[in-house]
């Protein structure tokens, strides 16, 4: 007895993923404005205008889609940051650096996490959701922390070490990093763009964050210690 043939239907992925990434970007909203145990599936697909079944069929459960929304932003920090971090780790494992040198590698990362947090289309409501996943479901952004450690906090503490003589998992070096590196996560913030009466970061004002944190970061190293001086 022949087998019944296959036939693909044309559209049938493009449709899925149209699906699946309208799920995601409703996610984050609904959650940044409800949290998680607010958000039910049907106020979910209502908002990303999908039926209901839609959501077990794609993500398995509301938690599923909750992951998905995490390694959505995950993948977006990773693909933004990856680049830089290649770059920079790729110069360390070089020959000894200059003080200048190192200096210009730090702002490069420093750069490119700034170009991070004001990246996306609907920033405002990841920044929301992920304060309050850091409250209500902290574990489920470890795809997140791995990925911001790995591309970001540990090629910034490496050269930070180099321009201090210590090694780059003191602690003292890694609380110089995350100190560096949180002047950026405040110039970004929804707080300080509402003191400064910008509605948005546009690259003018991006520009002006990245300088100055350049401006901050020389002057902490101004008097620092070691081989690169």
Known sequence: MAKPAVHYRPGTYQRGEDTRRRLIQAAIEVFAAEGYEGATTRRLAERAAVKLPAIPYYFGSKE???????????????????PTATRAC??????ALSRKALLDLLSELLDAFA??????????????????????REA???PLHESFTRNILKPCAEVV??????????QATMLRAIAILGQVQVFC??????????????????HAIQALVREHTEA??????????
């Open 115 to 136: 170009t991070v947090l004001a990246a996306r289309e609907n920033s405002e409501s990841i920044r929301i959701f992920l304060s309050r996943a850091e409250i209500e």
């Open 220 to 229: 902490i190293f101004r008097e620092a210690k070691g081989p690169g001086r």
């Open 64 to 82: 599923g889609l909750y992951r998905a929304v995490v390694d959505d932003i995950a993948g977006h920090v990773e693909s933004l940051l990856a």
């Open 161 to 170: 070490g180099r321009l201090t003589g210590r090694p780059a998992r003191d």
């Open 189 to 206: 913030s929804t707080g300080a763009r509402r003191k400064l009466g910008w509605p948005a970061l546009d690259d003018k004002r991006i």
């Open 90 to 95: 790729a110069a360390l494992k070089g020959k």
């Open 140 to 142: 489920m952004l470890a």
